[in-house]
Nanobody, 116 residues
Framework: QVQLVESGGDLVQPGGSLRLSCAAS????????MSWYRQAPGKERELVAR????????IYTDSVKGRFTISRDDAKNTLYLQMNSLKPDDTAVYYC?????????WGQGTQVTVSS
């Protein structure tokens, strides 16, 4: 059974850090393009960062460049998003996505709230 389970979301103060995890089962993440998306209240879901199967990394959201890092641990079959210097505008539900030809998997999301 294919499953993506995100964790690590929390309430954090501005300037704080969080590390999101996305544990995959039923498939091998190194064979997929793995991404983090986020959706803030009242806004469309946006692509934050992607790591390709060959390890190429792209950060798509300008506002997180230099603060967020995407990585994966193939041995643990887990995707990560390290988020530093968090801002209130980072508040959103963060989703993990795995995609390859004819396959597109999503996790249930994890809430990140940045507030003092």
């Amino acid at each position: 059974q294919v499953q993506l389970v995100e964790s690590g979301g929390d309430l954090v103060q501005p300037g704080g850090s969080l590390r999101l995890s996305c544990a995959a089962s039923g498939f091998t993440i190194s064979s997929f393009a793995m991404s983090w998306y986020r959706q803030a209240p009242g806004k469309e879901r946006e692509l934050v960062a992607r790591i390709q199967s060959d390890g190429t990394i792209t950060i798509y959201t300008d506002s997180v460049k230099g603060r967020f890092t995407i990585s994966r641990d193939d041995a643990k079959n887990t995707l990560y998003l390290q988020m530093n210097s968090l801002k209130p505008d980072d508040t959103a539900v963060y989703y993990c996505n795995a995609v390859r030809i004819f396959k597109d998997y999503w996790g249930q999301g994890t809430q990140v709230t940045v507030s003092s």
